[in-house]
């Protein structure tokens, strides 16, 4: 099993938060919908507690660089949630147990598993672990990840990126969005985000574009 620290009274829900939908039904998709929600709750407590002067503007966009696709793909790879995944031979083929929304979407379904396997409490306790350095690392910022990287750009002298739905899919009231967020200069960079609205899918696009061109230092 995974690194995760928990130990599952009912191995079926570990199994089924780990099966993606193209391995059929039942799959992980309504486990992740609490998980997304779980999540929110207990990131939110923590950056509360954390800023206790920051605006809830502040504590907002704290929250969407913390849980978006990519930070959630490396927690998940940190408890090699991927050597564990059930995939349908489609996405097997493709590699998606690499692909960082499968991870995500994946770790999500995870945490309500333990949810409904114990209590909140322990849900809690779980998530804490996970993000209470990343909380106290993340930097305090007033200007979301669209913003930054605009001005990134501009500072320099180059174009402005290049944003495009790639996908939407889900009922009406729980809809995720997949948008894709591309510059060309000083390189070709892009990078997809997901989002339950497409402001927010933008926003984690641009964080992870914004984190690519930092890490390269051109």
Request: glycine share 6%; net charge negative; proline share 4%.
């Amino acid at each position: 099993m995974t690194k995760l620290t928990y130990r599952f009274r009912d191995p079926a829900l570990a199994q089924l938060a780990l099966t993606h939908r193209s391995a059929g039904k039942p799959n992980n998709e309504r486990l992740e919908f609490l998980g997304d929600a779980l999540l929110g709750v207990v990131v939110a407590e923590l950056l509360y507690e954390a800023h206790p002067h920051a605006s809830e503007g502040e504590l907002s966009r704290l929250r969407a660089q913390l849980v978006n696709g990519q930070t959630l793909a490396v927690i998940a790879r940190e408890l090699e949630l991927g050597d564990e995944l059930k995939l349908g031979s489609g996405e097997l083929k493709s590699g998606g147990f690499r692909r960082d929304s499968i991870l995500a979407d994946a770790f999500e379904a995870l945490l309500a598993a333990i949810y409904l396997d114990s209590d909140f409490a322990t849900c809690r306790e779980a998530v804490r672990e996970l993000f209470a350095e990343r909380v106290a690392a993340i930097p305090r910022s007033s200007k979301d990840a669209k913003t930054r990287l605009q001005e990134w750009l501009q500072a320099r002298g180059w174009p402005l990126p290049n944003y495009e739905l790639k996908d939407s899919y889900g009922e009406d009231h729980a809809k995720t969005f997949d948008v894709s967020c591309a510059i060309i200069e000083p390189q070709p960079i892009s990078a997809e985000g997901r989002g339950s609205s497409r402001r927010a899918a933008e926003q984690d696009a641009a964080e992870a574009v914004l984190r690519q061109l930092q890490d390269s230092k051109p």
